[in-house]
């Protein structure tokens, strides 16, 4: 079975500080792809990132960064000089390679910057 | 380029009825999936449907079903409603080739249904 763990419920920090939201994962599969994705509170979800199982580069993307390690199972996402329109729900979510878009999500982490 | 549309957004219900909720995916996706999201349970993955077939399906009674239309537009259904399905349910559209399997998801705004 699959699992993806976030353990911070809630975070919050005051704008321009740096943030790291954690994600652990549990698979026993060998391909597997890996997802950030972003619920602001009109709802939907948006796509930050993907990464497959054999991928493990770090990748950064503006004041976005990820760091994926399989030795711990974890891909962990950092914002840099964090701003209010952060705010937001931030998911982690897993996917077999052969599940299509059956995405397993963690429970999500309220990100709230304060001004 | 229009997103992913849901509807409707916001609808009220009460215990024993059923209801149909309604997706529209991005133009040229052939892949759409259903979730269900609630403060509990959190986001979970109700089923996906590719070229008008089941691709997939998650741990959700018979009461919860879907289908597919061939211009790719997709509907649940929900029949014999309880509380619990109180939820905010987000359909997703994925492009080709395949649809989905690692790729990139994109989301409606959802339908909130409360059940009273």
């Known amino acids: 079975a699959q699992k993806v763990t976030q353990a911070q419920t809630e975070i919050s920090v005051v704008e321009k500080e740096d943030v790291t939201l954690d994600c652990v994962y549990e698979?026993?599969?060998?391909?597997?792809?890996l997802f950030w994705y972003k619920q602001p509170p009109s709802g939907e979800l948006v796509f930050l990132i993907r990464r497959n199982s054999f991928d493990e580069q770090n990748e950064i993307s503006g004041r976005y960064s990820w760091n994926f390690q399989k030795s711990t199972s974890s891909f962990n996402f950092t914002i840099t000089a964090s701003q209010v329109v952060d705010s937001a729900v931030y998911f982690c979510?897993?996917?077999?390679?052969?599940?299509?878009?059956?995405?397993?999500f963690g429970e999500g982490t309220q990100l709230t910057v304060n001004p | 380029k229009a997103g992913v549309t849901q509807t409707p957004r916001y609808l009220i219900k009460t215990r024993g009825q059923q209801v149909t909720l309604s997706c529209s995916p991005i133009s040229g996706h052939r892949s759409v999936s259903w979730y269900q999201q609630t403060p509990g349970q959190g986001l979970q993955f109700l089923f996906e449907y590719f070229s008008e077939t089941q691709r997939n399906k998650g741990n959700f009674p018979g009461r919860f079903s879907g289908r597919q239309f061939s211009n790719s537009r997709s509907e649940m259904n929900v029949s014999t409603l309880e509380l619990g399905d109180s939820a905010l349910y987000l359909c997703?559209?994925?492009?080709?080739?395949?649809?989905?399997?690692?790729?990139?998801?994109?989301f409606g705004e959802g339908s909130r249904l409360t059940v009273l």
């Open positions: 997703a559209s994925s492009p080709p080739p395949t649809g989905g399997a690692g790729g990139e998801l994109f």
């Open positions: 979510a897993l996917s077999r390679e052969t599940s299509g878009s059956r995405l397993t």
């Open positions: 698979t026993r599969d060998t391909t597997y792809y």
